[in-house]
């Protein structure tokens, strides 16, 4: 009896607050637009039947004709992944060097990856406004020492969405990375190297294998939310940034037109779910063999 | 391995200058007479006065820390209750549409959650104000202490709790006194970890809230998107010193508490 109050309480929670509200998203997706409070049609009051009867598919067809909407799904796509990549050849270097470190200094430097973690997240990307923009501090730097002669543009252009998502899930690569390299046996590298390896190619053949359940939790940690990702395109992204995350918000608050903005969340969550379900086996893998 | 290679040592240079040298940035310029956030013009701390007598934003503040204290210690509980459900509470109907329910919000873009949660709340006739914050505020970072306290329950050693039950422990006698403080400290940083997802939620409060709530993300967002203000410079300062201290002082604390785990690991050796 008490187990199953443990187990209802937090179950119905869950169904009642995230899967339910999915399936409204949904239902609402096939309504259409109206002039009234709540903005779309039909609704339960029309009666369940009549309801039914009156959703299509509008709004999908509709997201297939305008060519933002591709085109945004798309550039949201490959901006994520790009980021990705860049996360990962920042953070794997970072991560290698932590796990080489003395015994000693590894608390104080995962401590110093985990804090900016727990600083705002709006106001790290807000950092960047500063630095970015025609007289920011990068301008100003890069003025100084003599590299460039003239400011450059890169708030409000892709260059600065890349750098901000590398810069605010960076912790993300790195921690799953690190904790793999930290469990990498040492002698197998020395194996290697005895064997007539050079350093290059023991790492390349023995560490990076091996770390490699890191690096995929690393990147799909990145590469999800930073497919849906509002607050940093429309922060340092310009006109020319489509982010579906961006799209949606905008169709919902600007133009609201709810049953849009809920066909345009069902398509990426069905877009979604491919790089999730990868994730979730990656990380069952990874707690079997744990075992 | 250690040995530090000079490539290495640059690496973590490099990657902690680009972690750190924008908040340093934000945090000396928190500080600048001028209005001009990126001309240096002597050192005043007029900024952190204008903050603080601006009622939009302590106003915030008070809405925003209302949320998190509530939602954090609902989602402590709940998540807690998950965890030990998916631990321990062997087969039952449903179970994996349970974890899935569990896991999907960790990596669930906000502005589905946010739209979800809304549309759910309009649909119902909920209207929208610190509670319907609070409600989807609980439910994504539920997951999360979930996720936390279920990874040291994995690694907790099952015959403690069974000598309990076998010395005449009730069930929950044996959760509230073997259980609970075995597992007490991932059941804190759930906590910590629940208030500052909630502290720093935008999109999820943005979609949730009413005209009569504003969090402090929303206020600091209406203001960021017209540009850099040496008053929201003076806030972040706060945050982030708030934020630092408070991470300094749990990484301190949890070293004693390994310390006196460990003296009292070896007094016990000895006696006997």
Known sequence: MRRAVLIAVPYVWLLALFLIPFAVVFKISLSDIALAIPPYTPTAKDGIWAMLSQLDFENFVFLTEDDLYWKAYLSSLQIAFISTVLTLLVGYPMAYAMARAPEQWRATLLMLVILPFWTSFLIRVYAWVGILSGEGFLNQFLLWIGIIDAPLTILNTNTAVYIGIVYTYLPFMILPIYSALDRLDGSLIEAAEDLGCSRLKAFWLVTIPLSRNGIIAGCFLVFIPALGEFVIPSLLGGSGTLMIGKVLFEEFFSNRDWPVASAVAVILLLILIIPIVLFQRNEQRQAEAEQ | ???????????????????????????????????????????????????????????????????????????????????????????????????????????????????????????????????????????????????????????????????????????????????????????????????????????????????????????????????????????????????????????????HAALRAKRDEQAAARAQ
């Open chain 2, 1 to 255: 391995m250690n040995r530090l290679s000079p490539f290495n040592v640059v690496s973590l240079t490099l990657g902690f200058v680009f972690l750190y040298v924008p908040m340093l940035i934000l945090v000396i310029y928190s500080f600048n007479a001028s209005k001009l956030v990126t001309v240096w013009a002597g050192f005043s701390t007029k900024w952190y006065g204008e903050l603080l007598s601006n009622d939009a934003f302590l106003d915030a503040a008070w809405v925003t820390l209302r949320v998190a204290v509530i939602s954090s210690t609902i989602a402590t509980v709940l998540g807690t209750m998950a965890a030990y459900v998916l631990v321990r509470g062997g087969r039952f109907f449903g179970r994996t549409l349970f974890s899935g329910m569990i896991y999907a919000p960790l990596v669930m873009p906000e502005v589905i959650t946010g739209l979800s949660l809304l549309l759910l709340f309009i649909g119902v006739g909920l209207d929208r104000g610190v509670l319907t914050i609070v409600l989807a505020h609980t439910t994504f970072s539920m997951c999360f202490v979930s996720v936390v306290v279920s990874s040291r329950l994995v690694t907790f050693d099952r015959s403690l709790e069974e000598a309990a039950l076998d010395l005449g422990a009730s069930a929950l006698q044996a959760f509230r006194l073997v259980t609970l403080p075995i597992i007490a400290p991932a059941v804190i940083s759930g906590w910590l970890l629940a208030f500052t997802l909630s502290l720093d939620d935008l999109v999820i409060a943005s979609f949730t809230s009413g005209p009569s709530a504003t969090t402090l993300p929303m206020k600091i967002w209406s203001s960021v998107r017209l540009g850099v203000s040496p008053e929201i410079n003076a806030l972040s300062t706060i945050l982030i010193g708030l934020v630092t201290i408070g991470v300094i002082a749990a990484s301190i604390g949890s070293k």
